[in-house]
């Protein structure tokens, strides 16, 4: 099969654009790189650097190359920070959307599989089940709810087949540390390799079932090849939550250092969320679930091997009423730095 994977320099564009390599797929990888990075793209792909918010380019692009599959994964995946940059959300996550459905439409896609998120369903319903309500509390999740709404329209009308994936707190290798506003234990493990403090909004006690990416990857590469997936929503990731003040502790174990801990006041946030699973299970068989230390183990190594990235605020802020005064600003000055490369290094965090 020919597939296409938008974001596939991102975090779990990488390991999907394996996964369906893996599989014998062709696959062409489109990505702008403001959150990816070429290097993340294996070489038997083909790379091209775009937008899709470029839909003159996303018509060639479908027009050159005969799709079964589009893997949909390029968004700005920021819920917090949503709320301040409204606009910039829903051009990238739903616009940019539309237009990869126009083009699927179009040019005949035998499926187009879109990661969503469990921000839709909001505050209040744990554990999250693909049959309750939606009622998401940031302009992200209104976004990811608008594409599943799109896809669910466009098979009635046009009979484009989707499978849609809502994933949550997913971690693991090719994450963007560098981001501030997005993956906590991304964030968690720059600032201790930048030697500064681990900061967290409110007391630590929100919780979260964090998921190691690749159980989660190559259940959405094989997707449309599931005669049962066609036309639904799955919610994948793992199942033990913990909250953010446990994390610190196992993030700092690996990384052999001491928490340092500085609380921000608290943002506006759901502060429970987990999925429920049966539906995947159900469809896909038991989704292999790897341990949270196992899984931090993992991204540990790969962190510093490959050091701490630089990061850089979001400037293109739209609203600034009731933002978090630590996204304004630039965190405190590093102190003292774990060594990039020494794995067995210890340092107070």
């Not at 469809?283 to 962190?303: I, Y």
């Not at 630590?326 to 794995?343: F, G, L, Y």
């Amino acid at each position: 099969m020919n597939c296409l994977v938008t974001g596939g320099a991102g975090f779990i564009g990488a390991h999907l654009t394996r996964d369906l390599l893996d599989m014998g797929h062709d696959v062409v990888v489109l990505d702008d790189l403001s959150g990816g990075f070429v290097e993340n793209i294996p070489a038997e792909a083909t790379f091209i650097q775009g937008s899709i918010l470029d839909h003159a380019l996303i018509d060639r692009l479908f027009a050159e190359n005969s799709f079964t599959y589009v893997y949909h994964l390029a968004a700005y995946a920021a819920e917090g920070l949503s709320h301040f940059i409204k606009r910039y959300n829903y051009q990238n996550n739903l616009i940019g959307s539309v237009n990869l459905i126009n083009a699927s439409i179009n040019h005949n896609v035998k499926c187009f599989v879109f990661t969503s998120s469990i921000a839709v369903y909001g505050a209040n319903q744990v554990p999250m089940r693909e049959d309750m309500i939606p009622c998401p509390e940031d302009s992200y999740g209104v976004a990811k709810l608008a594409v599943e709404q799109e896809l669910r329209c466009s098979r009635e009308m046009f009979g484009l087949d989707y499978v849609i994936f809502r994933p949550h707190n997913v971690y693991g290798e090719y994450q963007n540390i560098g981001d501030k506003y997005r993956n906590v234990i991304g964030i968690f493990m720059n600032q201790i390799m930048l030697g500064q403090p681990l900061t967290i909004f409110g007391d630590g006690t929100q919780t979260r079932a964090f998921s190691y990416v690749r159980p989660i990857s190559q259940v959405i590469a094989q997707s449309p090849e599931v005669p049962a997936a066609i036309g639904e929503i799955f919610n994948v990731g793992a199942d033990q939550p913990y909250s953010v003040n446990e994390l610190v502790s196992e993030v700092c174990r690996v990384l052999g250092c001491e928490p340092n801990i500085q609380y921000l006041p608290p943002r506006n946030e759901v502060l429970h969320a987990y999925s429920d699973h049966n539906k995947a299970a159900e469809v896909f068989g038991t989704v292999k679930q790897v341990a949270l230390s196992e899984g931090l183990e993992r991204m540990a190594q790969w962190a510093l091997a490959n050091g701490a990235r630089k990061t850089t605020p979001f400037t293109a802020i739209e609203i600034e009423q009731n933002m978090p005064p630590s996204w304004r600003n630039e965190v405190a000055p590093a102190v003292a730095a774990i060594p990039i490369m020494d794995t067995a290094a210890t340092s107070q965090c």
